[in-house]
């Protein structure tokens, strides 16, 4: 990923920032009834290849969660 992420302008990338360790929790807290999936799973269940910078092994960097919401 950091290839990947190198070849990206600096400006851009400047703009990232990590996610919270619980990413439903702000959802729920609130009211919704939260689904937060990562991706590697998204993709396996659509049939879809894992970007190795999210899939697991040594290459693996990232982590990327997909989430929805819902209220109750």
């Known amino acids: ?15 990232w920032r990590g996610g919270p360790p ?3 929790a702000w959802p729920a807290g609130n009211g919704w009834d939260p ?7 998204v993709a396996a269940g659509f049939g879809r290849p894992v970007p190795a910078a999210y899939g697991a092994g ?4 990232g982590r990327s969660w ?6 109750p």
């Open 1 to 15: 990923m950091r290839a990947a992420t190198d070849a990206i302008d600096p400006a851009l990338t400047a703009l």
């Open 22 to 24: 619980a990413p439903e």
């Open 58 to 61: 040594a290459q693996a960097e």
């Open 35 to 41: 689904a937060v999936r990562q991706l590697a799973e």
């Open 66 to 71: 997909l989430g929805t919401a819902r209220r």
